[in-house]
């Protein structure tokens, strides 16, 4: 079963950064689009940004010129770097494997990002 690990939040200033990683144990990683997935308070879960396999990323649009999403399948390993963050930033980060488009596995515990000053 593979296990999703995310890490990397924290508190930070609005203009500020962080790198989130997410480590993936299992062999399908590398073979498989991987997503990262917000969720703030009162809200509901959304897609921030994919990655496919071959390295072509998405981006939602609220985030798109600040966020970049990479991977390193050497490390199972997908990592988000967020620069000019904003408060509505400010939420519980996951990633997850995506299949057909869809979050396929289970959530893991999340980062928590809170975006103050």
């Known amino acids: 079963q593979v296990q999703l690990v995310e890490s990397g939040g924290g508190l930070v200033q609005p203009g500020g950064s962080l790198r989130l990683s997410c480590a993936a144990s299992g062999s399908i990683f590398s073979s498989n689009t991987m997503g990262w997935y917000r969720q703030a308070p009162g809200k509901q879960r959304e897609l921030v940004a994919t990655?496919?396999?071959?390295?072509?990323?998405n981006y939602a649009d609220s985030v798109k010129g600040r966020f970049t999403i990479s991977r390193d399948n050497a490390k199972n390993t997908v990592y988000l770097q967020m620069n000019s963050l904003k408060s509505e930033d400010t939420a519980v980060y996951y990633c997850?494997?995506?299949?057909?488009?869809?979050?396929?596995?289970?959530w893991g515990q999340g980062t928590q990002v809170t975006v103050s000053s």
């Open positions: 990655i496919t396999r071959g390295g072509s990323t």
């Open positions: 997850n494997l995506l299949v057909l488009g869809l979050p396929h596995l289970g």
